[in-house]
């Protein structure tokens, strides 16, 4: 098994999201990885103002370019907004400020700083007019994922037909409390033959019994798992960052804002998905393999 993560943000006290990434941080976060059974991940950038999203995208690209380890684990990258919603519990742990519709301009401009890189771009197909921005990723070889969002099913199934392919953690990036069944989740899972569906097995983001049930619904075809691994991944309880979040990771091992609210990324690593497949989800192996490495790369064409 050699495990593509989709959805990386740091590791090992590494911050892909935050001013003035070095060499020899990146190295690390690379061997890191790479000691913990992970092959290969997508480098993560979340929301933030565009010139700075940029900036820490082009450095991250030009470390990588200089590191033989760095190329061989960073795939790609992931652009985790800033074309998401806005509205409190879609938007997340991503600063609100700098949320945007997406544009093909704006998406030109990420796009350009990945350097060729970018495999994923996760938008809200309700802020996309026209979808227009969907087809022009689509076409130019990214993979287009729904996430932080609250399309109906209408335009849900409107954007698949322009080039949407996936769904980024499903079941998060969404209130606590919702329509009990018609709700963006609900409608994810019916369009299972047409999406990716990316989901966080930490047992924190979704209930093993709640997952269990998600993955019985979905089918094992076509989901992935993700670690949405931050900084603090590997590393235990401590104070740690994403992209100017101040973040205390508790005992429990788990990502909260400062006020508690809702959860700023992941500290799950491989290791602990593959037990809480086997232990907590009634995984085999096999079956393991095929979500954390068959199906992600046959998502994204790695």
Known sequence: MKPLDLQVNG????DFNREGLTAEAL?????CLV???????????????????????????????????AR????????????????????????????KPATLENAKLL?????????IVTLA??????????????????TVSAGHCNPSLEVLRAATEHGLSMFTHVGNGCPMQMHRHD????????????????????????????????????????????????????????????????????EDLVARSPDGSH???STVTIPRILVNGQQQLGLSKAELAQLLDANPRKAVGL
């Open 183 to 250: 709700n963006v989740i609900q409608r994810a899972l019916a369009l299972r033959d047409k999406l990716w569906l990316c989901f966080i097995p930490d047992g924190v983001h979704i209930e093993f019994f709640a997952l269990a049930n998600y993955l019985r619904a979905a089918g094992l075809e076509k989901t992935i798992f993700v670690t949405d691994a931050i900084s603090a991944a590997r590393l235990g309880p401590g104070k740690y960052s994403l992209a100017g979040w101040d973040i205390l990771i508790g």
């Open 111 to 119: 796009l350009d700083a990945a350097g060729g890189l970018a495999r």
């Open 27 to 31: 190295h690390h976060a690379c061997k």
């Open 263 to 265: 959860f700023v990324g």
């Open 35 to 69: 000691e913990d059974g992970c092959d290969s991940i997508l480098a993560t950038f979340i929301t933030d103002d565009l010139e700075a999203m940029a900036a820490r995208m082009e450095t991250l690209v030009k470390l990588r370019e200089q590191d033989g380890l």
């Open 125 to 142: 197909p309700e802020h996309d007019e026209g979808f227009h921005t969907t087809e022009f990723l689509a076409n130019n070889g990214v």
């Open 11 to 14: 590791y090992a006290g590494t």
């Open 72 to 99: 061989s684990v960073i795939a790609g990258i992931h652009i985790e907004g800033p074309f998401i919603n806005p509205e409190k519990g879609y938007v997340g742990a991503h600063p609100q400020q700098h949320v």
